[in-house]
């Protein structure tokens, strides 16, 4: 029996769970992708706490024009600049079972660009 597209998302998701893990001296970056946005949220899984988040729906990113991934490569500069501003520098990237393409690359390579290490 085939997998719809959620379930196999989900199967990846489980994979790269049991591996990439978040501390609160090493965060986890996760990415959630919808058709229309993106959202990036840095995640402390020892105590279930998000730290920090940032998406295409807030104001500062929301305003600006482009494509769907030079909007996402701006949520990836908003998320580092915030995690800096907080004191973290080294990340764990989780793509959340999403192919690391378009728009989650565009994603990670804006967070780079931004000073984060991962």
Request: aromatic share 6%.
């Amino acid at each position: 029996m085939a997998l719809s597209k959620t379930e196999r998302r989900q199967r990846i998701k489980n994979r790269i769970r049991k591996v990439v893990s978040g501390t609160e001296a090493r965060p986890r970056l996760a990415v959630f992708r919808s058709n229309k946005e993106i959202y990036a949220q840095l995640i402390d899984d020892v105590t279930g706490k998000t730290l920090l988040a940032a998406s295409s729906r807030d104001k500062e990113i929301s305003s600006a024009k482009g494509t769907k991934t030079e909007i996402a490569a701006l949520v990836g500069k908003a998320i580092a600049e915030k995690a800096k501003s907080a004191g973290y520098e080294l990340i764990s990237f989780d793509r959340g079972g999403y192919l690391y393409h378009g728009r989650v690359k565009s994603l990670a390579d804006g967070a780079r660009e931004a000073g984060l290490k991962f």
